[in-house]
C-alpha cells in the first residue's frame, strides 16, 4: 500500500502559477508511475499529465501542453506539477495518483504507455482545491 498527500493548492489570479506537490510514503515511489487528474465541480474527473518511473518520459493533455511541467524526485518520494499562465477554467480539485504496472518474474514492471485514463491508476491522494480569479 501507498498513500499519497497533495499539497500547495490555492487561490491564485489568472495568468499566476503553482506549483503542486505529491508526498508519497509506504512503498517506494519509484516503482510507479505518477499522474495529475483534476475535477471541476459539476464535471467528471479528466486527466492532466504523467510521468513514468524515472522521470524522462511524460504526457500532457492538451489543455495544459506548455503550461503545465510534471516531474518527480525519486529520492524524496515527491512528485510535483508546476502550473504556469493559469486560467479559470482550471479550477478544480486536483489529485495524484500511482499506477502500479503488473510485475515480471524478475520484479521488475512490466512496461506499458504512460496512461491518460483514470481507471488505470491504484492509489490517490485526497486532492488540493486550486482556485483561479479572472
Known amino acids: 500500500q501507498v498513500q499519497l498527500v497533495e499539497s500547495g493548492g490555492g487561490l491564485v489570479q489568472a495568468g499566476g502559477s503553482l506549483r503542486l506537490s505529491c508526498a508519497a510514503s509506504?512503498?517506494?515511489?519509484?516503482?510507479?508511475?505518477m499522474g495529475w487528474f483534476r475535477q471541476a465541480p459539476g464535471k467528471e474527473r479528466e486527466f492532466v499529465a504523467v510521468i513514468n518511473w524515472s522521470g524522462d518520459s511524460t504526457y500532457y493533455a492538451d489543455s495544459v501542453k506548455g503550461r503545465f511541467t510534471i516531474a518527480r524526485d525519486n529520492r524524496k518520494n515527491t512528485g510535483y506539477l508546476q502550473m504556469n499562465s493559469l486560467k479559470p477554467e482550471d479550477t478544480a480539485v486536483y489529485y495524484c495518483a500511482l499506477d502500479d504496472p503488473p510485475r515480471l518474474p524478475n520484479g521488475a514492471p512490466q512496461w506499458r504507455p504512460l496512461s491518460y485514463m483514470s481507471r488505470t491508476y491504484d492509489y490517490w491522494g485526497q486532492g488540493t482545491q486550486v482556485t483561479v480569479s479572472s
Open positions: 509506504g512503498r517506494t515511489f519509484s516503482r510507479y508511475i
